[in-house]
C-alpha cells in the first residue's frame, strides 16, 4: 500500500501562484505513475497531470497546459504541482494519486483546497 498525503492548498487571487506538494509514503518502490486531479463544487472530478516515477515523463490536461507543471523528488518521494496564473475556474479540491503498476489510480490522497478569487 501507498499512503499520500497532499498539502499547500489556500486562498490566492487571480493570478497569482500556488505549489502543491503531495508526500508517499510505505510501499513507494512499487509506484510507476504519480497524478494530480481535481473537483470543483457541483462537477466530475477532472484530470491535471501526471509524472512517470522513473522516467520523468510528464502530461498535461489542456486547460493547464503553460500554466502548470509536475515534477517529482525520487529521493523524498514527493511530487508538486507548480500553479501559475491561477483562474478562478481552478478552484477545486486538489487529489494526488498513484499508480502501483496495475494501469489504475488505486491510492488517493485526502485533497486540498485551492479557492481562486476574482
Not at 489556500?10 to 518502490?29: M, N
Not at 486538489?94 to 483546497?113: K, N, P
Request: some cysteine; proline content about 2%; aromatic content about 10%.
Amino acid at each position: 500500500q501507498v499512503q499520500l498525503v497532499e498539502s499547500g492548498g489556500g486562498l490566492v487571487q487571480a493570478g497569482g501562484s500556488l505549489r502543491l506538494s503531495c508526500a508517499a509514503s510505505g510501499r513507494t518502490l512499487s509506484i510507476y505513475v504519480m497524478a494530480w486531479f481535481r473537483q470543483a463544487p457541483g462537477k466530475e472530478r477532472e484530470f491535471v497531470s501526471f509524472i512517470t516515477w522513473s522516467g520523468g515523463s510528464t502530461h498535461y490536461a489542456g486547460s493547464v497546459r503553460g500554466r502548470f507543471t509536475i515534477s517529482r523528488d525520487n529521493a523524498k518521494n514527493t511530487v508538486s504541482l507548480q500553479m501559475k496564473s491561477l483562474k478562478p475556474e481552478d478552484t477545486a479540491v486538489y487529489y494526488c494519486a498513484a499508480d502501483i503498476g496495475t494501469g489504475r489510480y488505486d491510492h488517493w490522497g485526502q485533497g486540498t483546497q485551492v479557492t481562486v478569487s476574482s
